[in-house]
């Protein structure tokens, strides 16, 4: 079906930066909109970008941080995290809302995941 691969969480220093990107293959039809959430345990999963034409959205929490983008040939978002603070630690979640080839409608989908951990 669809799938959505994503790279780039590590480890980094406060103050430090990050690029993560996501990958999305398999029967695709559209892409609507892709964007990033992220997760600490025992919380809720937040919206933290999302870009859907050419509009974009972020947490109020990382905007003039982190930027998003998409490359739309590739089907690939991209999120680049500059002056990263330590409450910015959570596993990162690629989102995005697909019509596959065949469907009548979008559905989301999502990545399995990367971490990011800020800390000295």
């Known amino acids: 079906q669809v799938q959505l691969v994503e790279s780039g969480g590590g480890l980094v220093q406060p103050g430090g930066s990050l690029r993560l990107s996501c990958a999305a293959s398999g029967s695709i039809f559209m892409i609507n909109a892709m964007g990033w959430y992220r997760q600490i345990p025992g919380k809720q999963r937040e919206l933290v970008a999302a870009?859907?034409?050419?509009?974009?959205n972020y947490a109020g929490s990382v905007k003039d941080r982190f930027t998003i983008s998409r490359d739309y040939s590739k089907n690939t978002v991209y999120l680049q995290m500059n002056s990263l603070k330590p409450e910015d630690t959570a596993v990162y979640y690629c989102n995005s809302r697909i019509k596959t080839l065949g469907s009548a409608g979008y559905a989301d989908y999502w990545g399995q995941g990367t971490q990011v951990t800020v800390s000295s």
């Open positions: 870009i859907s034409g050419g509009s974009t």
